[in-house]
C-alpha cells in the first residue's frame, strides 16, 4: 500500500523554526514535483513552496526568503524548512506528490500536520 506521510508540525513563537517532512512511498519518486500547501478554516488550501524534479523551486511571496523546500530522493521525502516564523504562517500543512501544468496538485492529500506560531 502507498503511503503518504507529513510530520514535523508543532507549536512555536514567533521567530522560530520548524522542519516539515512527507515521505511518500512512490515508484520513480524522483521525477514528480512536489510541493507544500497551507489551509486554514474558511480559506482553500494555497500552494506554499514546489520543487520540480529537476530541483528548481517556487514560492509563495509571502513565505520567500524564509521558507525552504528541498528533497531527498534516496528517502522518497520532501522537506519544508520554515524560519522566522510569523502567526499569519499558521495552518494545517500538507504535502502533494504529483504537481501537474501551474502546479496544480494532482496527487493524494495526507492527514496534514498542523503548524501554530504563537506567543
Known amino acids: 500500500q502507498v503511503q503518504l506521510a507529513e510530520s514535523g508540525g508543532g507549536s512555536v513563537q514567533p521567530g522560530g523554526s520548524l522542519r516539515l517532512s512527507c515521505t511518500h512511498s512512490?515508484?520513480?519518486?524522483?521525477?514528480?514535483?512536489l510541493g507544500w500547501y497551507r489551509q486554514v478554516p474558511g480559506n482553500q488550501r494555497s500552494l506554499v513552496a514546489a520543487?520540480?524534479?529537476?530541483?528548481?523551486?517556487k514560492y509563495a511571496d509571502s513565505v520567500k526568503g524564509r521558507f525552504t523546500i528541498s528533497r531527498d530522493n534516496a528517502k522518497n521525502t520532501v522537506y519544508l524548512q520554515m524560519n522566522s516564523l510569523k502567526p499569519e504562517d499558521t495552518a494545517v500543512y500538507y504535502c502533494?506528490?504529483?504537481?501537474?501544468?501551474?502546479?496544480?496538485?494532482?496527487?493524494?492529500w495526507g492527514q496534514g500536520t498542523q503548524v501554530t506560531v504563537s506567543s
Open positions: 520543487i520540480t524534479g529537476s530541483g528548481n523551486t
Open positions: 512512490i515508484s520513480h519518486f524522483s521525477i514528480y514535483h
Open positions: 502533494n506528490t504529483n504537481l501537474g501544468y501551474n502546479y496544480a496538485p494532482t496527487g493524494p
